[in-house]
T-cell receptor, first 112, second 116 residues
Framework: KQEVTQIPAALSVPEGENLVLNCSFT??????LQWFRQDPGKGLTSLLL?????REQTSGRLNASLDKSSGRSTLYIAASQPGDSATYLC???????????FGGGTRLMVKP | GAGVSQSPSNKVTEKGKDVELRCDPI?????LYWYRQSLGQGLEFLIY????????KSGLPSDRFSAERTGGSVSTLTIQRTQQEDSAVYLC??????????????FGPGTRLTVT
């Protein structure tokens, strides 16, 4: 059974810092991995999707990497801003099964 | 274009009552998913629909939970005889499976269910 873990559970940084969020998964037989953002009381916004054959994806200040063999992904946020404050979730779609398996999320606060 | 929509946004119900939650996926998306997000359990899969195939019900927590998808579009999640532990945010997502790059899931805003 796939298990996804995110570390740290919470992170507080001053504005302008570069930061890394970590995601690990137990079964490397994945189809893709998605990073989401969730604001309080809101749904999930997809940030980046990495296919199993890819090593990284970039969108603006965000860069997500994938090391399938070691079961790890990182989300790098450059020059953080207060508007980046949210919960970040990673989720994997395994080769077996149709659903996403989610990590517990990292709650990020960027202080002005 | 329009994203995934869900209704109602909030629902308060008494223990033992039945509730129906609605999801309207992105037009043209053949796959539809229901997830539940609760404080103790995080985000967990409930059920998956793909085209005319039999749904994957492997995540439904009990036989009080059921879902249907009419005409390959709108879906309704029904919870019978609600219990307090059913209180959670119910999220719907859809995706297009036209090619290998399009399994990305797009989520709706969710329905917050409170059982009193």
């Amino acid at each position: 059974k796939q298990e996804v873990t995110q570390i740290p559970a919470a992170l507080s940084v001053p504005e302008g810092e570069n930061l890394v969020l970590n995601c690990s998964f137990t079964d490397s037989a994945i189809y893709n991995l998605q990073w989401f953002r969730q604001d309080p009381g809101k749904g999930l916004t997809s940030l980046l999707l990495i296919q199993s054959s890819q090593r990284e994806q970039t969108s603006g200040r965000l860069n997500a990497s994938l090391d399938k063999s070691s079961g790890r992904s990182t989300l790098y946020i450059a020059a953080s801003q207060p508007g980046d404050s949210a919960t970040y979730l990673c989720a994997v779609k395994s080769n077996a099964g149709n659903m996403l398996t989610f990590g517990g999320g990292t709650r990020l606060m960027v202080k002005p | 274009g329009a994203g995934v929509s869900q209704s109602p946004s909030n629902k308060v119900t008494e223990k033992g009552k039945d509730v129906e939650l609605r999801c309207d996926p992105i037009s043209g998306h053949t796959a539809l998913y229901w997830y539940r997000q609760s404080l103790g359990q995080g985000l967990e899969f409930l059920i998956y629909f793909q085209g005319n195939s039999a749904p994957d019900k492997s995540g439904l927590p009990s036989d009080r939970f059921s879902a249907e998808r009419t005409g390959g579009s709108v879906s309704t999640l029904t919870i019978q005889r609600t219990q307090q532990e059913d209180s959670a945010v119910y999220l719907c997502a859809s995706s297009s499976h036209l090619d290998w790059t399009s399994y990305e899931q797009y989520f709706g805003p969710g329905t917050r269910l409170t059982v009193t």
